[in-house]
Every structure is written in C-alpha cells, then in structure tokens.
C-alpha cells in the first residue's frame, strides 16, 4: 500500500485534528514501529505500528461519528481539565466513539458546537482558508448606535495589529436596557466576538452561537446532542467544497 503522512493517518483514525497530530510528532510522542518520527515522514496505514503516547493508532474500520451538541454555558471545550471543570464530553453519554470538538466556544458562551472522529473533516472545517460562516446571536447591555454596527461589519482591532474581517451584523431586537445582535463571520479568532464586543465599547450579557456552516443549532436543549442528519452532512461539505466521501457514519438521533 502507498504510504502516508503520519499525521493524516493519525487525523483519518479519529484519534485527534491533524493540527493536533502534527503536535504530537513535534513533541516526539509518535512512533512507528517504535521509532520518533519528525513532521513529514510517511508509513503504511495497513502493516506499520503507529502510537501516541504508547496508544496504538487503528488506521482502518472506524465508524465516523458526526455530532451537534448545544454546549451550555458553564462547561469548556476540552477532552479532559486540569482543573476539574466540567467538559463537554461529559456531555456525550452513549457515544462510544472517541468524538472531539471541531473548534471550540469559550466556558461562558454557549450554544452548536460540533465535534467529530473524522480529523480530515474537523481540519476542513477550521481551516481558515475555507471560510466556513459560523452565526452567533449576541446580547448586549447597550443600545448600539449604528456608527458602531458599521465599525463591526468593516472590521475592528481585537489585538495590536489584529484586525478582524468584514462581517454581517444586524439589530434583531432593540429595548431600553439591551439590544440582541446577529453576528456572521467567516474566521475564528480566539474569543472573537466578545473582543469585538469591547472594541466598540459594548458589554456582552450573552453569546449564543446557532448555526456552523449553514447546519443550525434547531430544537436541541442546552446539553442535548444529536448525530447530523445526512441533509446537514451534505450542508457542510458544500460548506467546505468537498462531495460526500465514503464511510460509516451513524444515523441521526437525539440524546441527552
């Protein structure tokens, strides 16, 4: 069999994102065939050893799980913490497959997240350079002029000499005391919205995210999860310029 790039076979096993994987090897914690291997090498997927950290990496006969969950506010979006907080995988009762986050919403905001044992697809999704449109309804304390709506949509400093992206935001709801925002950026800076937010000196009460990619948060309750359905799968790869590839993905259902 031809050989592969260590990280796409890692990515491809669901064991982690290729960005991940490509971690791993720099920290010198994949083998193969019990030799470190560097960034770039290739093995064969069907008779090479692969590990990290000592864990053996099954290349083939994997189900692909594809999950939307609405994280609630309260849990952050890791596999595991240090600090004993509570995760969203604590979340994913019956899910047997090793599932982990496709980007990630910080402990106080809330709403879809996707998570996924399919790294090429994770990887398409993050990618910057596909600019997959993630949507976000935003409450904030003020009333928000609308000099401040087009300073938003143009662009703001986040960061010294980090300049977000043109985006759409409109006014949903507007009352005395705050004012619900519509938010749709094609990029996923860290925290981006809330330090969009305080650019324009506005003081954000909730952040809700409801919809990745054209796949939308719909009916489910904060801490349900349901399998996306074969209309959502074929919603994101138009996202991400990709035709329907071949595997085993479970059928769609909802859990708590």
Known sequence: MEKVRIQKIIADSGYCSRRKAEQFIQNGEVKVNGRPVSIGDKADPRNDLITVNGEKIKAEGITLRYIKLYKPR???????????????????NGVEERVYPIGRLDRNSEGLLLLTNDGAFANDIM???????????????????????????SGVEIEPNVMTKPCIVNILIEEEERTVLEFTIREGKNRQIRKMCEAVQLTVKRLRRTSVGGVKLGMLKPGEYADLTKEEMRILRSAIGKQEREGNPRKGGKRR
Do not use: F
Request: proline share 2%; aromatic share 4%; net charge positive.
């Open 74 to 92: 309260g849990y952050v979006t890791t596999m595991s913490d240090e600090q004993g907080r509570k995760t969203v995988t604590d979340l994913l």
């Open 127 to 153: 990618h910057p350079t596909k600019h997959v449109a993630k949507t976000y309804r935003v409450t904030v304390a003020e009333k928000v002029s609308e000099d401040k709506i087009n300073k938003l949509m």
